[in-house]
């Protein structure tokens, strides 16, 4: 079973989210949650294309919050690189 690793670029990321649109307190405890997901199906989420090719993604605790990673299978994980607020023009897309 892969291991869950979030990045210091992710959790930036979810921070900054959280600070900026008033998420709850529970936000880092919600996302974990939703990241157990990908401990026992690393290719759960959708590949991107384009500048994002080599990564997935899966919706977070919210269905506007894009969860970005990559699945390594040669190191056994799952790295969580960014996560995006979906209804944001910057947000990764699939296109």
Request: charged residues 20%.
């Amino acid at each position: 079973m892969p291991r869950v690793i979030v990045t210091p670029r992710a959790v930036a990321d979810l921070g900054a989210l959280r600070d900026g649109l008033g998420l709850p307190s529970t936000t880092f405890t919600r996302v974990r949650r939703s990241l157990e997901l990908l401990r026992l199906f690393p290719l759960a989420g959708v590949a991107l294309h384009g500048r994002w090719e080599g990564t997935r993604f899966v919706i977070g605790p919210w269905s506007w919050m894009v969860i970005v990673y990559v699945h390594a299978a040669e190191d056994d994980a799952v790295f969580v690189v960014a996560i995006h607020d979906g209804r944001s023009s910057s947000a990764a897309t699939g296109g």
